[in-house]
């Protein structure tokens, strides 16, 4: 991905310099700071941004406070000789990665670019990485589904939410079959493989970054559907009952089948009295899942 290096100043000597030496950027340049912070609104990110610390209509340091709200990119600041020591002085308060003298030799600036790329590769992989350490820790290993603490907190505020605003908030309630028989009969490994596939066959079925499922009990999961009313909860149950019936597993003695009861419950801006709890949402989708197992199990039950 190209990086993106962003130039408020009013100084297009020192602009073109930049474009000489940084092919590899892709540079937007603006003379003022109004322009810089509307530019920084864009959706596709600045790696980079270069701020003189005098501008026509804001200072640098108020600019680059202001940006750094706004922006992950690396901030370098430009002063020239009568401003360079104030800026010694404030730089590490703010979190500047270089200051460049105004005017700049091209061997220094194409040193500090070259620092400045490094610099927000390291940022870009690091935030990475920790993007993927707080998705593990709230991620059950087995199924990739997320935990029941994360459940715990986000079912909450997804029902804030959805009371706030008068929407709908569907919640069903899954668990596996005669999961202690299979687990006797083809061994632990199969029905954790069971578990794993149930986990891989909902995220294919649900809204991706809308719904989300989570490992409740060993073999119960809870799947969350945003902006979604009774019917539309009862479709993804169906279709996710139908999927989970088509598997079949290999082994040893023989070839092991899955199927799944589910217990659909909601909150309805209609009827904003009822269900305003996570405990009543779960206590009533757990009933209609007791229902459809007493009923022969590899059943959709739903209660409103």
């Known amino acids: 991905m190209q990086q993106r290096l962003l ?3 009013d100084h297009p000597d020192f602009n073109r310099l930049c474009k000489k030496i940084s092919e590899d950027f892709q540079i937007v340049s603006v003379p003022t700071a109004t322009q810089g912070l509307e530019a920084l609104q864009e959706k596709t990110p600045f790696t980079m941004i270069i701020v003189s610390m005098q501008l026509p209509d804001m200072e640098g340091m108020y600019f680059l406070a202001k940006a750094e709200k706004l922006s992950n990119g690396t901030l370098m600041l430009l002063a020239d000789n009568d401003d360079y020591r104030k800026c010694l002085e404030i730089m590490n308060y703010i979190g500047v990665f270089r200051l460049l ?3 700049c030799k091209e061997e220094m600036l194409e040193q500090v670019l ?13 935030n990475r990485l920790n993007d993927e350490v707080k998705r593990l820790a709230v991620t059950d290993k ?11 907190d986000r079912m909450l505020n997804e029902l804030k939410r959805a009371i706030r605003y008068s929407q709908y908030l569907a919640v069903i309630m899954c668990d596996l079959d005669y999961m202690s028989q299979t687990n006797k009969k083809y061994g632990h490994i199969t ?19 809308v719904d989300w499922v989570a490992r409740w009990k060993r073999d119960e999961f809870i799947i969350i559907l ?4 009774i019917r539309g909860a009862g479709i993804v149950a169906e279709r996710l009952r139908l999927s989970l019936k088509e598997v079949e ?3 040893k003695q023989g070839v092991a089948k899955m199927t799944a009861s589910f217990g659909l419950t909601c909150y309805a801006p ?15 989708a757990g009933q209609c899942l007791h229902q459809a197992k007493l009923a022969g199990h590899d059943k959709v039950l739903c209660c409103p």
Do not use: M, W
């Not at 087995?142 to 715990?152: A, D, K, P, R």
């Not at 029905?191 to 970054?209: E, M």
């Open 226 to 229: 945003p902006e979604t009313p």
């Open 7 to 9: 130039i408020v100043a």
């Open 142 to 152: 087995l199924t990739g589904c997320f935990t029941v603490n994360y459940l715990e």
């Open 270 to 284: 209609e009827t904003p009295e009822h269900n305003r709890t996570p405990e009543e949402l779960l206590n009533i």
């Open 101 to 103: 003298p105004y005017p």
């Open 114 to 126: 070259a620092d400045a790329s490094r610099q927000a590769r390291f940022l870009t992989e690091k």
């Open 191 to 209: 029905g954790d493989r069971f578990l794993k596939k149930f986990g891989a066959i909902t995220n294919t079925i649900i809204r991706t970054n």
């Open 249 to 251: 597993l290999p082994a």
